[in-house]
């Protein structure tokens, strides 16, 4: 049983920085790609960042520039760097493996509140 558990966020001005972090624990096989999402009220859930095991990223175009996604094969830990953050960046965000990069064996965590106000 893979468990992803997400933290590091909480409330931050706008223009200031945040890291989140996702542990995963339990299971015995790889996780090809690793991923954050984030669910903001009122839409639909979207991909943030992706990383694979060997370094490969993508992000949604809305965070390029701002946003670092970055993983430690040995701790099993994944991160997300948040720079310059914005109010339309307040979310929930969701820590994401999917084992095979097919979509069909895929864990989430339980998600970690980011709130970007003054």
């Known amino acids: 049983q893979v468990q992803l558990v997400e933290s590091g966020g909480g409330l931050v001005q706008p223009g200031g920085s945040l890291r989140l972090s996702c542990a995963r624990s339990g299971g015995i096989f790889s996780i090809y790609v690793m991923g954050w999402y984030r ?8 991909l943030v960042a992706t990383i694979t095991s060997d370094g490969l990223t993508n ?14 094969n ?3 830990m994944v991160y ?8 339309e960046d307040t979310a929930v965000y969701y820590c994401n493996g999917d084992v095979n990069g097919l979509g ?9 509140q980011v709130t970007v106000s003054s």
């Open 39 to 46: 669910q903001r009220p009122g839409k639909q859930r979207e």
């Open 59 to 72: 992000y949604a175009d809305s965070v390029k520039g701002r946003f670092t996604i970055s993983r430690d």
């Open 74 to 76: 040995v701790k099993d």
């Open 104 to 112: 069909s064996r895929k864990y989430w965590g339980q998600g970690t």
């Open 80 to 87: 997300l760097q948040m720079n310059s953050l914005k109010p």
